[in-house]
Every structure is written in structure tokens, then in C-alpha cells.
């Protein structure tokens, strides 16, 4: 790292809350275990609820990856009742509306029902919608690979952006978390990201800032990603990780798969720029699953 | 029946049942949600006994699933062509359109037409050229509506709801989402041929205006079929010599020029059943009825021994002429039939160019063919690529077929056809070209052990040697559903390309080892 890019780290890192953590005795990173909608509101209350992210009135998308035409138990797509208790969370929180939408890879009609999290979004009171190809806005990212690209209209118009990625194996990232997940967002033709897949990725993290970031690693996908679509390749982790550092939840996600952070090229390239930390020692988490990171 | 015959007040009631039903189930010929559809989509066309006859006569086999038109044939035995009348949707267009036509109807003219373009199609159906599809009226219609005028409606509410959007104005939202989750596509239909198929179309709807129901009197060969079926019938109409007062009213009324007020004549084979001569005879004279004997104002139908042996010989000479102009040397490139579909001689038999299966494809990449398949092939449904792939779960185009050309295949069955092999082309693949990692296909390659895979290696760039992830395709796994080069990130030409080689219907392939 050399001074310039230090300075600016240090620079946005005091933007970063870290005061507001340390002062509140509050976690930045919450890895918790058990099934999905109790570890998330466990998770939660340990950050200091859902509330210190959601506002009354708030229109919220809560962003799964739902990009394959797989169920469930493949692991290709966010756990349904993952998402599923975001969204409610995010409700009892006071949202007014919480969309949940992804500009899936296969068909959408297919890959919205068999991921299952269509159902289990609505039924939790999401307003779930096709991606419509008219409705995309090129807009200014002002990043180091896309200065310009086209995001998806309501993506930019949200109050809050709730990252509900799923830990998965990636043929080309090594892994899919939070920062790759946000490529569901965004139109053209946005395979051609793949040629400079880390910076990029980091252009849009620095983008779109979600508010909170969920990762799914109830069921993680080992091998065959993105798309797998054999049960050898899904291990069963019941593990959730929230946090508001999007870097730092990949990071840790890195970490629960078995990879070092700086394998997955999009984390060191948003750490470099600052977008957050990815040396977990310097995050404080709290572990609700009784082990040690 | 006779004068107490009332029923034909309901036929403008039954006439739009039957159109209403026939939309509803165009409309249902897509994914909503369930693997298998749950209504029989192609109903209309497995109650076309022209498409029954051909089938048999080209295939040499009877095609069971289209046993149901014997129906039609029963009906039109019993009452003459209630099917144009009352059921036939396009005749139900026509017969709209033609209420715009205000000049009066005058004397019959190519009636005959039709008669000899479908000895024409029985003989080249019978010489195994099955051409039936381009003038049946249920295959011009699905085809007409799924490639010109569904995508012109989309076309059209998409842009409206989109400009809408733009500005700001989302009052009508709630509109437009009901719109899409019940009348529109969920992305806009794109075919090759819509702008020819649209405008035969539209010509077949404006010539209403030249002649009341010219298609139907003129062209149609399911006309002249029932016609033929319907010159048996017991049917009469007796003209009341003693009520008529020869005012012409019949004639001028009658949209299938069957009815001729001079001495009640009337042409069995032409009448539609409309009963509007009955209805609105101002002196009540003309009753429908049934009647064993010939019926004396029955005109006879002469369509002339020499005419009718030209018109079998054209088309017996159909089929050769069809085929010396393309006979292939080697596999067709472009030529990627949907998966299940029969052996390329075979499916040409049965195709009937309905265009469902382009309907219900769920990406839109089937396509009506030009030349891809032969001049005997033309708007046969063939994949391309470029526009949408075969999804590896979807098996609708099978079950909408309504001739058994594309076999109903359970996803099992399918995820183990090919219908084409990838072929990665090394000088434009970007891993292999740039030394920069893409893998996108491999990505996407739907088979549960990829078909695509990579491997690492070292390839020279501007900038030295580099070592990249290269895609190499296992052909043994490939099942040629495209989505590779669908999505292939390069936006003209893509760097992987399928083709039909090594495809499953068309037999043994030694795949290399």
C-alpha cells in the first residue's frame, strides 16, 4: 500500500462507524447459527435491531440472489426463508415497502418459483416483480472500470438497499457473496464485467452502499457455482452473517468457506479503495454460533 | 327443424364463445408457472380435420391425437359447415371484418379455387410433402397472431407503459401490471419472419373488403374440405315459392354466396349455416331442414374433371420439384430443431407450421425458418441462438405440438437429447484471443457436470504470455442447448457457436475420444 492509498483509507475509515460501534459496546459483524429466521433476529439484536438501518416509511429492497432456475436444496439462490425473514424484519422495523427483485440469470418466471423465494417473499409482505427490460437508466457509476452502466431504475429510487447474498462457489470470483450479488442490479450487457470481474464488482460496491448486508451460508455451495446443480457440491452450514461493512461480511464469508479474504479478488479490491476492511482482526464480531474465527 | 328453427339467433353468441375460448387458450400457450400446461392449448388444432387428413395421407400412420377432428367431419355430415359459421376463429374474424364491407355481394365467383388448392395439398401430402400448414386456417391463424400480431400488441403497450414511466406518470402502474401478468409477454416476442407473416395476414383480414369472407369462400382449403364433406349431408333449405317475393334480400345477406334468390337456388357446399337468409327474410319464406333426397334447389358442384387433375398433378409434382432444389450434401448448419423432434423427414411430414411451439418457447429462441431447412421447410420452427436458447428444465414445445412433429419429452428424457455441440471459435473466445479470463459460458452451462469446462493455460498476448481459465467443451455432456452462446459477452459474432452435429434424432455420431 503506498502513502497516498493509505492516507485515503485512513481517510475513509473515520467515515466508517467505527465510533458508533466501539461507543455502543455494538458488534460490526454478527455470525449466528440455527434455523434461518432465529438466527437472523438473534443476529440483528445483537447489531442493535433492525431498526438502527430501517426507518419508519422506508422503501426497502431486499436484494437475494435469485438467479438460477434451481430449488432450494442446490443452493444456487438465496435460502427462501432467509430472505423471507429480511423482509419481515424489515417490515416489524417500519418499512413502508419492501421490494424484492434480481435481473436473474435464467428465465425469470422459471427461476423467481423454483428458487422458491417469490413465495416465501410475498408471504412474508414483499412486493415481488420482474426485472422489465424498458426500465433500466444508464447512469454515471464513476468507478475505475464503469464510469457508466445501466443500473435498474428502482434500484436508484430505494431508500435502503438490504444485500441478501448466499455464499457460493464461482467459477470465475473463486466465490459469490454480497459485492457480486449486486450484478443483479444492473442491466446491458453486463457478462463483459467478467473480463475485469474484482474492479468492477468493487465500482458497484462503491455504488451502491447497501445499508446492511446478509449472507446466506445455511446451505453453501462448495463446488459446480455459480449455477451447481448436484447435491454433492451443497454443504449444510445453518450459518447467517450480518453486518453493515459489506467488505468485512465477504471477508468473514471467505473465511467460513475456508479461503483467505484475499483470495476473492473483488474483497482486497474494495479494502484498497476502502469501501471497508477485510483483516477481520480489526472488526469487532460477535459470534452467536459458540465458536472462534 | 323447420320454421320453428330459432337457433340461429345464438349463432353470433356461440361464434364469440368460441373466439373468446380460442384467445383464452392463445393466451395460456406460455409459462406460468407449472412445468406441464394444464390446458389443452392446441385444442382448436386437433379439431382440424384437413390437418388430420394431410397427417395421414403424409405420414402414412393415422395420427391418434388428431382423432378428435373426426368430430368436425360427424358435425359437417350431419349440418353442413357449422364449423365456419359458428366455431372456425378466423371465420369469426372474417365475418367481422366483412361487416365492413358494405357493397353487395355479387354472384359466386372463384368458389372453385379452393377446392383445387386442396386436392393440391392432399396430392403433395400424399407424395410425403406436408405444405398443409401455410393455407390451413387454425395454422394461419396461431402463426399469424404468435409471430406479427402478439409482438405488434407488446410492442406497443411496452412502449406506451414505458414512455409513461419515464415521465414520471405511474397512475396507471396498477393497469399495466395486470396487463403483464395476464395479457403481455414478459419480454417482447421477436421473430424473424413477422414483417412477411404479418402481411399476409393483414391480406387475408383485408380481402373482407373486396369480398365478404374471400378467405373463407375463396381460399380456404378446411372450406373446401367440409364443403365436400357437407354436399352429403341430409341438410336442405326450402324456399317457400308461394311466400317468396323474390326481393334478393337472401342473397345480398349471405356472406358465403350460397344462397341465390333466383328459385331458391342454393350451393349446399358453400353455405356457412349463418342462417341470416332464414332470420331476416322480411316474408319469412327460406327454412333449413333436413331432407334424405338430393333437394331440388340444391346446385350441383361441377368443378370441372380436367381442373380438378391439374390441380392433384400440381401438387404430386410438388414434392419432387421442392425437393431437387435443395437437396443437401451436408448438414445444415442452422438447422436446430426443438428437442424431441422427430428425424428431419420425418418432422417435415408432420409440421404444420402452427407456430405453438414458437409461442410457448420460453426464450424466444425459436424461430420460423427461411431457407435453414429447405425451401419445404420454410417457417418451421428452428433455434436460434443469437435470441434465446432452450432452457434445461422447459419441455413446452412438446406439449404443444399438436402433430406429434416434436415429441412430448419429461425432463428426464430431454436433459439427455442433444439437439446440437458447442464449438468454441479460438480466434474471437477472449480467454483464448486476450489472455483475459471470461468463462461466462461455462457459467451458464446448465448440465450438473459442465459440459463446459476449463482448464488453465498459457496463451501469448500483446503483453507476453499470460495464464487464463480457456473453456473447452466436453462434447460426450453437451446438449447443444445454446444458452453459451446466447450469453457469449461478445455483442456481434459470438465466440461459441452450436450447431446441429452429433444432434440425437439424427442418429449415430461418433463423438471423438
Redesign the interface.
Known amino acids: 500500500m503506498d502513502r497516498r492509498s493509505f492516507l485515503k483509507f485512513l481517510l475513509l475509515s473515520a467515515l466508517l462507524p467505527w465510533e458508533q460501534g466501539l461507543a455502543s459496546g455494538r458488534p460490526d459483524l454478527v455470525i449466528a447459527k440455527g434455523p434461518p429466521e432465529e438466527a437472523l433476529t438473534a443476529a440483528l439484536e445483537a447489531l442493535g435491531g433492525m431498526g438502527r438501518f430501517i426507518s419508519r416509511g422506508d422503501v426497502v429492497l431486499v436484494k437475494p440472489n435469485m438467479s438460477w432456475d434451481r430449488p432450494p436444496r442446490f443452493a444456487a439462490n438465496t435460502n427462501p426463508e432467509v430472505v423471507a425473514a429480511v423482509v419481515k424484519l424489515c417490515l416489524d422495523a417500519g418499512a413502508r415497502k419492501v421490494k424484492v427483485f434480481d435481473h436473474s440469470c435464467d428465465d425469470p418466471r422459471r427461476v423467481y418459483r423454483r428458487s422458491g423465494i417469490m413465495q416465501a417473499a410475498k408471504g412474508a409482505g414483499a412486493e415481488v416483480y420482474y426485472v422489465e427490460p424498458g426500465r433500466f437508466r444508464r447512469v454515471r457509476i464513476g468507478g475505475e472500470v464503469l464510469k457508466e452502466w445501466e443500473v435498474y431504475g428502482d434500484a436508484l429510487e430505494v431508500d435502503k438497499i438490504v444485500n441478501v447474498p448466499v455464499l457460493k462457489h464461482h467459477s470465475l470470483a473463486r466465490l459469490t457473496m454480497g459485492m457480486k450479488n449486486l450484478m443483479g442490479l444492473i442491466g446491458g450487457r453486463r457478462a463483459q464485467l467478467h473480463w475485469q470481474l474484482s474492479e468492477a464488482l468493487a465500482d458497484l460496491a462503491a455504488f451502491f452502499r447497501p445499508q446492511l448486508v446478509v449472507l446466506d451460508a445455511t446451505r453453501v455451495l462448495t463446488a459446480g457455482g455459480p449455477q451447481g446443480g448436484s447435491l454433492n457440491y451443497v454443504k449444510e452450514m445453518n450459518t447467517v452473517v450480518v453486518g453493515t461493512d459489506q467488505v468485512a461480511v465477504d471477508a468473514c464469508g471467505a473465511r467460513l468457506f475456508g479461503l483467505d479474504p484475499e483470495e476473492v479478488g473483488c474483497i482486497p479490491a474494495a479494502h484498497r479503495r476502502g469501501l471497508g476492511e477485510m483483516d477481520l482482526r480489526r472488526v469487532r464480531i460477535k459470534r452467536l454460533d459458540g465458536q472462534r474465527i | 327443424m323447420g320454421k320453428g328453427f330459432n337457433w340461429f339467433r345464438w349463432r353470433p353468441f356461440i361464434q364469440g364463445a368460441f373466439l373468446l375460448l380460442f384467445f383464452l387458450l392463445f393466451l395460456q400457450t406460455t409459462?406460468?408457472?407449472r412445468d406441464v400446461i394444464p390446458y389443452p392449448v392446441n385444442l382448436f388444432l386437433r379439431f382440424d380435420p384437413l390437418i388430420l387428413l394431410t397427417t395421414l395421407l403424409s405420414t402414412h400412420r393415422l395420427p391418434v391425437v388428431l382423432l378428435p377432428a373426426l368430430s368436425v367431419v360427424g358435425l359437417t355430415l350431419l349440418l353442413g359447415r357449422v364449423f365456419c359459421g359458428w366455431i372456425c376463429p378466423l371465420g369469426t374474424l372474417n365475418h367481422l371484418l366483412s361487416r365492413l364491407n358494405r357493397r353487395p355481394r355479387t354472384g359466386p365467383g372463384g368458389f372453385r379455387w379452393k377446392y383445387y388448392i386442396l386436392f393440391g395439398l392432399l396430392a403433395s401430402s400424399l407424395f410425403t410433402v406436408q405444405v398443409v400448414g401455410y393455407l390451413d386456417p387454425l395454422s394461419l391463424l396461431i402463426r399469424s397472431l404468435t409471430l406479427a400480431a402478439e409482438p405488434l400488441w407488446n410492442l406497443a403497450a411496452?412502449?406506451a407503459f414505458?414512455s409513461l414511466?419515464e415521465h414520471g406518470f405511474k397512475v396507471l402502474e396498477p393497469l399495466y401490471?395486470f396487463l403483464?401478468a395476464h395479457l403481455l409477454a414478459?419480454?417482447?416476442p421477436l421473430y424473424h419472419q413477422a414483417f412477411a407473416v404479418g402481411v399476409i395476414f393483414a391480406a387475408v383480414l383485408l380481402l373482407n373488403l373486396l369480398r365478404p369472407r374471400f378467405w373463407c369462400t375463396h381460399l380456404c382449403p378446411l372450406g373446401a374440405l367440409l364443403g365436400l364433406v357437407a354436399f352429403l349431408s341430409p341438410l336442405s333449405r326450402r324456399v317457400s315459392p308461394e311466400d317468396c317475393d323474390l326481393c334478393g334480400l337472401c342473397q345480398r345477406l349471405c356472406p358465403s354466396g350460397a344462397a341465390d334468390s333466383r328459385e331458391g337456388l342454393w350451393r349446399k357446399a358453400e353455405c356457412f349455416l349463418c342462417g341470416r337468409c332464414q332470420v331476416l327474410c322480411p316474408s319469412r319464406a327460406v327454412a333449413f331442414g333436413f331432407s334424405l333426397g338430393k333437394g331440388e334447389a340444391v346446385e350441383g358442384m361441377d368443378l370441372g374433371r380436367r381442373r380438378v387433375l391439374l390441380s392433384l398433378a400440381a401438387g404430386a409434382v410438388l414434392a419432387p420439384l421442392l425437393r431437387l432444389s435443395s437437396l443437401p450434401t451436408r448438414g445444415r448448419e442452422g438447422l436446430i430443431r426443438p428437442p424431441g423432434a422427430l428425424p428431419e423427414a420425418e418432422f417435415l411430414r408432420r409440421c404444420v407450421r402452427c407456430g405453438e411451439c414458437m409461442k410457448v418457447c420460453?426464450?424466444g429462441g425459436f424461430q420460423p425458418a427461411l431457407l435453414e431447412a429447405g425451401l419445404e421447410g420454410i417457417w418451421t420452427p428452428v433455434f436460434d441462438f443469437d435470441l434465446g436458447y432452450c432452457?434445461?428444465?422447459?419441455t413446452l414445445c412438446g406439449q404443444v405440438c399438436p402433430t406429434g412433429a416434436i415429441q412430448e419429452l419429461t425432463q428426464a428424457e430431454k436433459a439427455k437429447v442433444k439437439i446440437g455441440l458447442a464449438h468454441i471459435d479460438r480466434s474471437r473466445c477472449?480467454p483464448y484471443s486476450q489472455g483475459?479470463?471470461?468463462?461466462?459460458c461455462?457459467?451458464?452451462c446448465?448440465?450438473?457436470?459442465?459440459a463446459i469446462k476449463?482448464v488453465l493455460g498459457e496463451v501469448v498476448t500483446p503483453k507476453g504470455p499470460r495464464r487464463v481459465?480457456l473453456p473447452v467443451v466436453d462434447l460426450r455432456l453437451c446438449i447443444g442447448c445454446g444458452i453459451c452462446q446466447f450469453?457469449?459477452?461478445l455483442?456481434d459474432k459470438p465466440a461459441i457457436v452450436v450447431t446441429p452435429l452429433g444432434e440425437t434424432r439424427g442418429g449415430a455420431f461418433l463423438l471423438p475420444t
Do not use: M, N, W
Open positions: 409459462y406460468r408457472g411496452h412502449s414505458s414511466y401490471a403483464r414478459l419480454r417482447q420460453l426464450t432452457q434445461y428444465y422447459c477472449i483475459v479470463d471470461c468463462i461466462v461455462e457459467e451458464h446448465p448440465t450438473p457436470e459442465k476449463f481459465k450469453k457469449c459477452p455483442e
